[in-house]
């Protein structure tokens, strides 16, 4: 049995998993958000409050990074500059395409934006946001599951998983050679949700064990060698990704933020 995209109807409003994941793991980043502001002595209700900016401003990056991007499989800006309406059309199956980097840097924009108008320190809060959105993009990628996308080369391992006919992509299209009830691909999905598990563990320790030398910002910059670690993983397991001189954007992207952030953080911390 394949996963059905669909968690239930109601009327003919289809509310599907990927959408319920994803709000269930930004709520739950959220709530920890909270507790944690509280334990440092800061109000939680700018947790709440800024949620909504950070979920706007993050949806929108998202969803630009997906339609600017130009992936070896699947739909791109090639397709999106003759069809501009499918941009937005959200009610034909929701956003499904949407890129971790864009929302990323636009709920980093809410923050700001939020911050600014209420006299806050933007770096003490996106800290606190930086630390909990790998927990939100662990569960929310469980939604690639159900939509049966985010999926590597074929595999022999116990864990491998059944993709159909119709979700899949470059030569696994050919089910002669890839029959679908004996082929197994990796679990790129489930590979990027465990390491993002341990992003946000290595976060939260590192948050609290060392929280009298962090500086505000410090938990961000190593966000930023932590998650794109995980991406040059993972993308060696993405037949589908999008490649510039034959190399996965999302690495190169990735590559650039370990060795800018790590020189900021080396910088903030050096002696004499």
């Known amino acids: ?19 319920l994941l994803i709000m269930l793991g930004t709520l739950l980043a959220a709530f920890i958000a909270s507790r944690e502001a509280q334990r440092r002595g800061d109000n939680p209700d700018h947790v709440w409050n800024a949620l909504t ?6 949806l929108i990056g998202a969803r630009l990074y997906h339609v600017f991007s130009s992936p070896a499989e699947g739909v791109g800006w090639s397709y999106y500059r003759q069809h501009p309406i499918e941009i937005f059309a959200f009610w034909k199956g929701g956003f499904q395409g949407l890129g971790i980097f864009g929302a990323f840097v636009g709920g980093l924009l809410g923050i700001l934006v939020y911050t600014r108008l209420n006299k806050l320190n933007f770096w003490r809060w996106a800290d606190l946001g930086v630390m909990v959105f790998p927990l939100g993009q662990a569960i929310g990628r469980w939604g690639n599951f159900f939509n049966q996308e985010l999926y590597g080369y074929p595999t022999t391992l116990p864990w491998g998983i059944k993709i159909d006919a119709a979700h899949r992509y470059g030569p696994f299209v050919d089910l002669e050679k890839y029959p679908v009830e004996t082929t197994r691909f990796h679990p790129t999905f489930l590979y990027e949700s465990i390491l993002c598990f341990i992003v946000f563990g290595l976060l939260m320790y590192i948050n609290r064990r060392f929280e009298h030398r962090l500086k505000d910002g410090d938990l961000l910059l190593l966000y930023c060698i932590f998650y794109p670690m995980v991406r040059i993983i993972t993308e060696t397991q993405r ?13 190169l992207i990735s ?3 370990i060795v800018v952030a790590l020189a900021i953080l080396i910088y903030r911390h050096r002696r004499g």
């Open 53 to 58: 900016l950070c979920i706007i401003f993050g």
């Open 1 to 19: 049995m394949f996963p059905d995209p669909v968690a239930f109807r109601i009327g003919p409003l289809a509310i599907r998993w990927y959408g």
């Open 255 to 257: 590559a650039g933020l």
């Open 239 to 251: 037949p589908d990704a999008w490649r510039a001189w034959g190399i996965p954007v999302a690495q």
